[in-house]
């Protein structure tokens, strides 16, 4: 009994991976940890006015009981910090939105290069299309992913 008798050939399984899995752990850990972490931070906050104010805005507008009023910091610490101060939720949204879209463009590219291999053929996407060749997308992404990241940049603006 030779080698060729006792070795014999593999049946080929084709192992289904889902899309989340084209990315390293760590691009998943970088994007959602910051998310997660501000969220807790921000309903901690949220929390804590409620507490003390219970979302009354007693007085007239430009003026509050609470000691989150922001006359009070200008006074104390300056226009320029109070103006770093009062922007950072927009710096926290802007960096969490913009990491979010990064992760799920990686997806989809993933998912649009890895299509050139399986299936029947697909032409390459490039700037300046003739005959049968795929353009470019408008945006990085496909429409259906494009427009609603769009308009979810916007209504966080």
């Known amino acids: ?15 289904s991976y889902r899309i989340i ?7 998943w850990i970088v994007t959602f940890g910051p998310i997660v972490f501000f969220l807790g931070v921000g309903s ?6 409620y507490k003390l104010d219970s979302f009354s805005f007693r007085g007239t507008f430009g003026s509050s009981d609470s000691p989150f009023f922001l006359g009070d910091y200008v006074n104390r610490y300056g226009y320029i910090t109070t103006l770093l101060f009062a922007n950072l939720p927009q710096l926290i949204l802007s960096y969490c939105f913009f990491s ?8 989809l590219n993933e998912k649009e290069f890895n299509s050139y291999s399986l ?8 700037s300046y299309p003739t005959g049968k060749r795929a353009s470019t997308h408008w945006f990085r992404l496909p ?11 916007a209504l966080l603006h």
């Open 100 to 107: 979010y879209e990064s992760l799920f463009t990686r997806m």
């Open 143 to 153: 429409h259906a992913h494009g427009i609603p990241l769009l308009i979810t940049s």
């Open 119 to 126: 299936g029947p053929h697909k032409e390459l996407r490039i």
């Open 1 to 15: 009994m030779g080698l060729i008798d006792t070795v014999l050939p593999r049946p080929w399984h084709r192992k």
């Open 21 to 27: 899995s084209a990315l390293p752990k760590s691009s």
């Open 44 to 49: 901690h906050f949220v929390f804590q006015i």
